[in-house]
């Protein structure tokens, strides 16, 4: 299983053929100076090494037999996984009480094969207040032996408190973590932790605070003037070169908080590093981003948006603004409906306020529905009308794909609204497409009998639009103009707009080219062959009764 996976760390390997014994030996002499306590166990659980530290620390007799039976006898007492990788624990013998650190590792030969278990075990007790390991417990986390929480804001305060160095505090998470442990086990997810701890332990300086704050997240307080991002990168990298992997790889974010008044709680400034880390969207394997104050508005907006939303929902807050699509003349066939939110506070909200909030937080789910329904009963109204012909656009957003029956969704509407489905258009943007090509083909078919149009928002924003094609059969193409005011080469944009809106024509769909903003751009694309528009050019999105009042008469 997962034998891509080369855990450098979380087992010692040995040479097959080598003597158990003599690797023992080698192994001892290197931690003898550390004072650590060693025992081996066969693969049989039998008892074959311990060195002298070992039998102190158990006050058993140089008897591996006795040893074994101690040891064992204290971690049965305990209650804990034998082969969970690291446990601190008090370890008593008559009136004397001790924190031990253990660390468990299996030993494997070069041919993969288990050949016995390792345990060090290393005495806290002179680090710990008066011999009770409360405080340690209360201050340490168990499985690195770093900090934790609590132990961070206590050393990095008793710092800050005696200096005047300017100081900064590093925050990072390990991408999809919670993945890794899912596909790899928490076993190995907890070597990765331990080894991270290692490495930190190896590269930090005296007046360095560092610690696990919880799950993969961990921190680092250092002097600014010290910090070198490229060394840290590189260093990082060693991390992640630890764990090789055709499947999985780790991709560090790293967020900094520049501390600007070391008066301020640490737990703030943790909180900020960590804001800083959020906002990393980039996928490499160690990303940094540095913390800025629109951080903490936007989190602060975020908060907003999602605390008064179901309220918002509930007290009809979101209503739509329509945007009309016309031919080259200016006769309009349909609308976009946008979604608007009427704050009570705040006035009204664009969508670049609140969509990615809610996208993020996987509530977009529940606007997008009530639009769609405001929708409906808005084609509903228009039945009898001057108005009759128009068709609305909708938006679905890529994590709709996952939280609703798409299909049944509009059917139903269509159903309870007594519309044309021929009328309600269905957007998709390309991004959605790209991230599940076989299930937006099946579903894209499925409305398309079910009597809906279906469009591809966006198009040409993503990197995949041509190879998307070949497998997409949609109605529309929106290709939004923004794209050639973005591009630093707009010689060759036009010369791929113009071949993409050749090539949708010949694949039988239509084109909507949206953002026209002035009459060189429509001109432009005139001659181009397109002739559907949305744009500032012809009209802005404006409420429901406006369109009627301008739309409606000449229908
Ligand atoms: P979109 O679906 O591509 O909608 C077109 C956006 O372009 C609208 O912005 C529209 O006002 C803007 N626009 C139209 N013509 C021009 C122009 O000539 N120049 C410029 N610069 N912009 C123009 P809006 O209303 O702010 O919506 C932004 C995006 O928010 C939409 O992009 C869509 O992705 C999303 N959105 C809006 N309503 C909904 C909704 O109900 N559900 C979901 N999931 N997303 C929505
Ligand atoms: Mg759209
Ligand atoms: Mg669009």
Redesign the pocket.
């Known amino acids: 299983m997962n034998t891509d996976l080369l855990f450098k760390e979380s087992a010692y390997y040995i040479d097959s053929g080598a003597d158990i014994n003599d690797i023992f030996r080698l192994i001892n002499y290197g931690v003898q100076q550390m004072g650590l306590g060693i025992i081996f166990f066969n693969k049989e659980k039998k008892c074959v090494y311990a060195n002298r530290h070992a039998f102190s620390m158990f006050h058993s007799e140089e008897n591996l037999e006795i040893l074994s039976d101690i040891f064992h006898r204290w971690i049965s007492s305990l209650g804990i996984d034998v082969a969970a990788a690291t446990w601190c624990r008090m370890f008593k013998n008559h009136d004397r009480e001790r924190l031990y650190r253990v660390r468990h590792r299996n030993v494997i030969d070069s041919e993969n094969k288990l050949v016995g278990y390792m345990y060090t075990i290393q005495n806290l007790s002179e680090i710990v207040d008066n011999g009770t390991g409360e405080q340690y417990r209360l201050t340490h986390d168990e499985l690195t032996g770093l900090y934790n929480r609590e132990g961070f804001n206590e050393s990095a305060r008793n710092i800050l408190t005696d200096t005047d160095k300017n100081y900064i505090i590093l925050y990072s998470n390990i991408k999809d973590f919670k993945l890794f442990n899912q596909l790899f086990g928490l076993d190995r997810g907890n070597d990765i932790l331990i080894n991270i701890g290692d490495l930190l332990l190896q590269h930090v300086k005296e007046d360095d605070v560092y610690a696990r704050i919880n799950g993969d997240h961990f921190a680092l307080m250092m002097p600014k003037d010290r910090f070198d991002e490229k060394q840290f990168k590189k260093l990082v990298r060693a991390v992640t070169n630890k764990v090789t992997s055709k499947t999985y790889s780790l991709h560090f974010q790293v967020g900094v908080y520049d501390i600007k008044d070391p008066r301020m709680d640490i737990s703030l400034m943790c909180d900020r590093a960590y804001m800083a880390c959020k906002s990393i969207k980039k996928d490499g394997v160690c990303e940094i981003a540095w913390y800025s104050d629109e951080m903490l508005v936007n989190a602060l907006l975020e908060k907003e948006v999602l605390s008064s939303f179901d309220f918002a929902i509930i007290n009809r807050q ?1 209503g ?2 329509l ?1 009309p699509q016309v031919y080259e003349d200016g006769t309009v066939f349909g609308a ?5 939110w009427m704050h009570p506070e705040n006035g009204l909200l ?3 306020v609140f ?1 990615s909030v ?2 993020k937080a996987d509530q ?1 789910y529940k ?2 529905r009530y ?2 329904e405001l929708a409906a009963q808005q084609l509903s109204a228009w039945k009898d009308t001057g108005l009759k012909d128009i068709s609305i ?5 890529p ?2 794909l996952y939280y609703l029956d798409i299909k049944r969704e509009f059917t139903d509407l269509v159903n309870r609204y007594d519309i044309n489905p021929g009328l309600f258009n269905i ?1 998709i ?1 390309e991004t959605a497409v790209t991230s599940d090509v076989n299930k937006c083909v099946k579903l894209i078919l499925e409305l398309q009998k079910a009597g809906f149009k279906v469009e591809i ?2 198009f040409g924003s993503g990197y995949s639009s041509l190879n998307m094609l070949k497998d997409i059969n949609a109605d529309v193409l ?1 290709i ?3 794209f050639l ?1 973005k591009t630093e080469n707009p010689r060759r944009a036009q010369v791929i707009l113009n071949y993409t809106i050749d090539m949708a024509h010949e694949l039988g769909m239509d084109v909507v080219t ?4 002035t009459e060189e751009q429509l001109d432009f694309l005139k001659g181009m062959g397109c002739r559907m528009f ?4 012809f009209d ?2 404006m409420p429901v009764n406006c369109f009627e009042d301008k739309y409606g008469q000449n229908k």
Request: proline share 4%.
């Open positions: 979101f739509i603004y945007q976009e409906a946008l979604a608007r664009e969508p670049g969509i809610l996208e977009i606007l997008d639009i769609w656009s909708v938006n679905v957003s994590k709709d957007e943007t928002d966006d929106k939004d103009m923004g005011r949206e953002g026209v903003e949305q744009g500032y050019y802005r999105p």
